[in-house]
Structure formats: C-alpha cells, structure tokens
C-alpha cells in the first residue's frame, strides 16, 4: 500500500521538475529576447549613411555618416570616404557641428562641402553654413566663405577652379531694427529674403580665399537650382518670384553670363519649370520667344547644359 501511495507523488514531483524546467527555459528566453531588443538609447545612437556620391573616377564615394550628440541634444553628420574596390572606409571630417552637402571637384582632387563648424575665419557668424573644400585625399578642410546666412547648395565649375553657390540676402536694416526692437518673428507671405547666386575662386597652396562674386541679385526672383555650362560662361537656372512655399510654381528659367552678371530669361511657364539634359526641344514659351535651344526643359527644376544639335555630348 505504501508503494502504490507513492508513485502518485512520484508522477506530482516528476510534473512539478518538468514545469519548473520549463519555466526557467521561458525565463531565458524572454531574457534573450530583452537583451536583443534596442532601448530608445541605443536607437538613436545608431549611425546612418547619407547622400552618397562617387568619384569622377568612380574610385571612392564620399557621403554623410549622422550621430547623435548628447551634449547639444542634435543629430550630427560628418564626411566619410570609402575605397569602391577595397570596400574600406575612413572619416574625413570630424569637427565639431556637421559637415554636409558633398561635392566631388570634375578633377576629382577636391571635394567641397557645408558646415556650420567654428569658423576659421574671424568674424565668421556663429552657426551659419559656409563653404569648404578639402582634398580628396585628406587633411585640414579649408573655410572659403563668410556670410551672414546659411549658404544653400553649391556646383563646381567645369575646371575645378570656381564654385557657384546660392544664398539668401541678408536682412535689410529696417527688418533688423523691427527685430531689435519687438524681437524675433515673421509677417506671413510678406518678409521675404530672395536668394542669389554667387560664385568664388578656389584658392591653391593654402593661400586664403578670394571674396566672393555676386551673380544676381534685386526682389524680382529668387533662385532655386542652377548649372554650369562646359564652357564656364554662362550659368542656367530657374528662379521663382519670391521663396514662399506657396510659389513654388512660379519658376521661370534664366541665363546668367558669368563675366558681367548679365541676366536673360529664356522660358516663361504658368508652371513648375525644371531643366535637364537631354536632346534639344524646339519649344516656345507664352511669349512665342524662342528658347535657347541647348537646354532641354521638362515640368521640374533642375538646371544641367546639354549639347546643341548636332554637337558631341561632352562628359
């Protein structure tokens, strides 16, 4: 009777073993699965990979690497490098703020890009974004402007020599005063600050940069993308009445001669208007003037030179 009393609690504890196994097995488990899951930390200390662009050789790719820094509470971005044959990769830039914008030189021995860094330049304004150039192959990047607003985008020329860029106009002194006077803020559709395109020499040797040359400039238009032509005279780009979001649709397209400033209008459109490279289009804008015909357009805003007919597509 007493072994037949046992077997019973035999089977009870047997079961009781095999559940608490079982639950120590679920307790791991779940612990893994915890210890693999990212707190909101870790998630943003993740690193990200951005706006990547290669070489003219087709040799190296530079682009964005974003990090967070703790200490100003900002995601940061600086410049990385990396060999396409070998896959190997280096930083190549590392102060503080971001570097951004990356634009290899036709030569492939400079790339240009923004930063809002500490300038190197005195005077420079305290987190502005200004113009750099830095050789391909490393070393101390090189501050080329010193402007009172963010520089916008930027676009080498041809021979490696010159950099077109685009920026807002600084505030007239009226504005500054009424900031002066009831602080920061803005009239809706009305306080407007156009943007102009200028362009700058790209100093050799360590030798300090030349100041800056204005292309346009006036409240007639505010210029959106731009593009060199091969021959570095002229510069095309669209521009629309003013830099309001609700006049994106405006965008008429230009010809700036690059020697004297001298402004042409070549398309007129009631809508977007974008420029791209491709054949020639023998179209005619609402004023039956007849358009340059070495620039194709389509219903975008990017600006890029294209062969005449006839000539040989240069690359």
């Given amino acids: ?23 120590q097995e679920t307790g791991k488990a779940s612990k893994a699965r915890a210890s693999t ?8 200390e993740w690193k990200a990979a951005f706006n990547p662009k290669i070489s003219p050789d087709g040799k190296r790719v530079v682009y964005e690497v974003q990090k967070a820094n ?49 300038g190197q330049i005195t005077g420079t304004p305290e987190g502005k974004k200004q113009l750099y150039v830095i ?6 990047a ?6 009172d607003n963010d520089v916008n985008t930027l676009d080498w020329a041809p021979d490696s020599r010159r950099i077109a860029f685009s920026m807002s106009d600084p505030d007239p002194k ?18 407007y600050q156009m943007t102009h395109l200028w362009t700058i020499e790209v100093p050799g040797g360590g030798v300090s940069a030349a100041e800056p040359k204005r292309l346009t400039d006036g409240d007639k238009f505010s210029v959106g993308e731009f593009s060199w032509s091969p021959d570095e005279a002229r510069i095309a780009f669209s521009a629309q009445k003013d830099p309001d979001l609700i006049s994106s649709g405006t965008a008429d397209l230009y010809v700036v001669t ?35 015909r070495n620039i194709t357009t389509t219903r975008t805003r990017r600006s890029q030179w294209c062969p005449r007919r006839g000539e040989r597509r240069r690359f």
Avoid at 37 to 44: G, K
Avoid at 135 to 140: L, N
Avoid at 174 to 191: F, I, M, P, T
Wanted: hydrophobic content about 35%; some cysteine; glycine content about 6%.
């Fill in 1 to 23: 009777m007493r072994k037949a009393s046992l077997i019973p609690l035999a089977l009870a504890a047997c079961g009781l073993l095999v559940i608490s196994a079982g639950a």
């Fill in 37 to 44: 899951t990212p707190t909101i930390d870790q998630s943003l």
């Fill in 70 to 118: 703790w200490e100003e509470n900002a995601f940061e971005r600086d410049l990385w490098i990396a060999d396409t044959a070998a896959g190997e990769s280096h930083a190549l830039t590392s102060a503080k703020k971001s570097s951004t914008n990356a634009a290899w030189s036709p030569d492939g021995k400079w790339i240009a890009f923004l930063s809002d860094r500490p």
């Fill in 135 to 140: 050789s391909a192959d490393g070393g101390e």
């Fill in 142 to 147: 090189q501050q080329l402007t010193k402007v």
């Fill in 174 to 191: 009226a504005l500054k005063d009424r900031k002066e006077k009831y602080g920061e803020y803005s009239v809706v559709h009305a306080d």
């Fill in 258 to 292: 690059v020697s004297d400033g001298a402004v042409k209008k070549i398309v007129s459109t009631q809508g977007r208007t974008r420029i791209r490279s491709g054949r020639p289009m023998e179209r005619r804008s609402r004023s039956k003037q007849p358009l340059e």
